[in-house]
């Protein structure tokens, strides 16, 4: 179970040993048709706001989406988790705070965490772990070869948790 007072600790727990980790910390701005009539953000929208966050470090390492098209490559998602912590609202600024988490298997695995802006107010902490597999869907094993010469090239970025 995740503990309130410390999620990011209950998903180390769940996930192992702290792993080495690129950090990315990007803004998005809590728009209208994001919020309910008490101008509470809907909590589906955490995904997409993790999607943003992903996406921004995925377009400084060189791994958005269109790389992967490029490649023939799809990267499914295969396990999202989120923990809310507190309600974001209109018209808050969000920080999402994206790391992508060193492995040694072929996959994507990413920490999250959203806070607002103003204040640094933790409101929710996630997780999410994406695969290779070909346009028909067939898992890929080992590292696609792009992505072994991404990983060299990002040796001096990874740091210790």
Known sequence: MTSPDNPARSRAIRRGAPRA?????????????????????WHGH?????????????????IDY?????????????????????????P???????????SESARLDFD???????DGALLATGSTSQVFTTPAGELILNWPPFMLERLKSWESLWKLP
Do not use: S
């Open 92 to 102: 808050d600024t969000l920080a999402v705070t994206t790391r992508l988490l060193k």
């Open 112 to 118: 999250y965490e959203i806070r607002r802006a103003a």
């Open 21 to 41: 980790f690129i950090e990315d910390r990007t803004a998005v701005l809590v728009r209208f048709n994001e919020v309910d009539a008490l101008h509470i953000v």
């Open 66 to 90: 269109p790389a992967f098209i490029e490649q023939r490559i799809a990267i499914p998602v295969i396990h999202v988790e989120v923990d809310f912590l507190a309600p974001a609202k209109l």
């Open 46 to 62: 955490y995904v997409n706001y993790f999607e943003e966050g992903r996406r921004a470090l995925g377009r400084r390492l060189g």
